[in-house]
């Protein structure tokens, strides 16, 4: 188990939360100030948003602040109209802004050389072991997030970087147990309805076993499980060949066509951004930068070999 799958999951989340849009789903007109999204879950009240339409530079409209989010039903409620009409049509994308700027790159590890900024860096520091079980080992790894600005930039730059560093820890914090890779993705046999326990999958045989993590999710929700129970013909039950069942009820609606199905190989128990450090100076007083220190602890089988020769 390496670290670098921890690294391309810490980046993936930090993705998701730097580079916040959803398109519209309904025409917007001069004075609106109700937009309904496709994905209201990353955006907050307070939050610096910008309309644009999609694959035309220069198009957009800034200086927009949300006043309230219904994550229910998708709507932002923005604190004043829109001075523009937007359609669908056009491709219509809100965005998250942070002082009108945004991120030019994500990167793993600690380059010399990053050739624009904003930057991100994702940098692995340690990794350390203990025994948990009599047949297990708590692996902990310590990473560094670190955004950079250009010092040039000075009370913006700095405002950014601070509230970048937020915007992170905020995502950070939201996904306690990442998904790491190694993980399998498969599909549902059949619709779930809020409170089925037992649930049909395509291709179960390739992946499953027992108890295992198993995560549901759409484009708008995601429910984590474990399987207790894999059904065979003998239980004489629809769908038996395909069908398992879950520790508990399931929350959410899923529909089969739109859902997937992640079955993780490895389990991270227990993350944080445990400290932040704001206005740092690097790299000869060129650049600004706030560091967020993240750690995650996860759970080892070790497979001791006794009969491992000792001399060859």
């Known amino acids: 188990m390496a670290m670098i799958e921890i690294l391309d999951s810490v980046r993936r989340i930090v993705f998701k939360w730097v580079n916040t849009a959803s398109r519209i789903q309904s025409n917007l007109s ?14 907050s009240p307070g939050d610096q948003v910008m309309l644009k339409k999609g694959g035309a530079a220069g198009v957009y409209e800034t200086g927009l602040i949300i006043d309230a989010v219904d994550t229910d039903n998708h709507l932002i409620t923005l604190s004043v109209g829109t001075l523009n009409d937007w359609t669908i049509a056009e491709d219509t994308i809100l965005i998250k802004t942070i002082e009108e700027q945004f991120v030019q790159g994500i990167y793993v590890g600690d380059p010399d050389v990053i050739p624009r900024f904003p930057a991100i860096t994702v940098n692995g520091l340690s990794r350390t072991s203990e025994w948990m079980t009599l047949e297990s080992t708590k692996e902990r790894y310590q990473i560094e997030l670190t955004i950079y600005v250009q010092s040039s930039t000075h009370e913006k730059g700095y405002r950014f970087c601070c509230a970048m560093a937020d ?12 998904l790491v890779a190694d993980y399998n993705i498969t599909t549902l046999g059949s619709d779930i309805n809020v409170g089925d326990v037992n649930i049909e999958l395509t291709n179960r045989d390739d992946y499953v076993s027992y108890p295992r993590r198993i995560i549901i999710e759409d484009d708008y929700s995601t429910h984590e499980n474990w399987i207790t129970y894999i059904f065979t013909e003998d239980d004489n039950v629809s769908g038996a060949n395909e069908s398992i069942r879950l520790a508990d009820c399931v929350p959410f ?29 690097h790299k000869g007083e060129l650049l600004k930068a706030a560091k967020i220190s993240w750690f995650a602890e996860e759970e080892e089988i070790q497979s001791l070999c006794r009969q491992e020769p000792k001399l060859r």
């Open 253 to 281: 609606s899923f529909d089969k066509d739109e859902a997937s199905v992640i079955i993780p190989d490895r389990f991270i128990f227990n993350s944080w951004p445990s400290e932040m450090q704001y206005g740092s100076i």
């Open 167 to 178: 915007e992170i820890q905020k995502g950070l914090k939201r996904n306690l147990f990442p």
């Open 30 to 43: 001069i004075g609106d100030t109700v937009i309904s999204v496709a994905d209201s879950r990353r955006f």
